[in-house]
């Protein structure tokens, strides 16, 4: 796993990098570090007890061509359709700010407001809920500024962990979670790693 360092974000673009530095890695469980989780979940089955101690959710969802990708890293069979419905209502249930990340006519019926963002480079929509829209360019100004307004943030499609990281080292927390139990083994070597010290 030597070069997870250089993969800080898990993308069904960069497919080769990916298998290469993730095939070797054994899938985990669970991750805990003073106070922040990270584990192993489908979110097509909805969001567990973990994710009420949050203040704000952030994810960024798999886009739908990168569906089949992420299956076949996981192992596991979700459709496109149902995780993305489910995180939205799921969301809706818990009454608590959320902004996700997607594509152009993604399912997220509750949403109060969509915007436009950047996330590497490329455009996406944003799909606000029970907060107001950012005028911000980037995916990562947004996360680094909702670090320094919230205390804990969630994230169920957490990939290599970038929204919890940014909350980290702002001395803040995050509970995540991915179905690729690969994605919370990268997580844990990359904050052993960086050897952040939370205050
Ligand atoms: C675009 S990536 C997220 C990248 C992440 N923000 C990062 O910093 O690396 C989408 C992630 O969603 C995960 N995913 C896809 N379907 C899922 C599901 N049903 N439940 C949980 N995670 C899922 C994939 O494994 C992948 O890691």
Redesign the pocket.
């Known amino acids: 796993m030597k070069t997870v360092c250089h993969l ?5 673009l960069k497919r080769s990098r990916e298998e290469s530095s993730t095939s070797e890695a054994q899938g985990l469980d669970r991750y805990e570090f003073r106070g922040n989780i990270a584990f192993q ?4 089955r909805g969001l567990p007890e973990e994710y009420k101690q949050c203040d704000f959710l952030y994810a ?3 886009f739908r061509p ?2 089949k990708f ?1 299956n076949e ?2 192992g ?1 069979e ?1 459709s496109y359709k149902d ?1 993305l419905s489910t995180i939205d209502s799921e969301i809706h249930r818990l009454g608590k700010p959320a902004i996700i990340i997607n594509m152009k006519k993604a399912p997220m019926v509750h949403a109060d407001h969509v915007g436009d963002l950047e996330l590497n480079g490329d455009p996406v929509k944003a799909y606000y809920y029970q907060v107001e829209p950012v005028s911000l360019r980037t995916t990562v100004q947004v996360i680094n500024t909702l670090a320094k307004q919230y205390k804990c943030v969630g ?9 919890g990281l940014r909350f980290l080292r702002q001395g803040k927390r995050f509970v995540m ?4 139990g690969k ?1 919370i083994r990268v997580i844990k070597e990359l904050i052993e790693h960086e050897n952040i010290s939370q205050k």
């Open positions: 800080p974000y898990h993308s069904a979940w489908d979110a097509s960024e969802p798999p990168g569906m992420f890293m996981s596991i979700s995780v994230d169920f499609c957490c990939g290599f962990g970038g929204t979670s991915d179905y690729n994605c």
